[in-house]
């Protein structure tokens, strides 16, 4: 059976719409779309054992506005502080690292 072209333009946005779909499962249904604090804790999570520093995250303190947005961070991205509280991170970074950051002001007394 041929198909003439008002049945192409019929037929193409489904087929337009199953496309978007299997991008969309592909890319695992995430929105690609992240906060800077978050591509700052992503950023830390991918450098190796060998290699990271307690100061890997000091952009993320800068850039991570409020603590509920630093706990979503971590969750998103746990490894960046390999198991350790975030918490209690945090208020050591602000307390001795070289930020003074709005983050800070919510976890300092």
Known sequence: MMLG???LFTIA???LLLA???LAIACGGESVSETVCEQEFRKAAAIDDMNDTVTDLDRAVRFCTTLDEWVAANIKHPAALDGASPLVYLQNRCRYGPTQA?????VLP
């Open 5 to 7: 072209k008002r049945h």
């Open 13 to 15: 946005p489904g087929f």
């Open 20 to 22: 978007l779909i299997s």
């Open 102 to 106: 709005q983050v800070c002001k919510e």
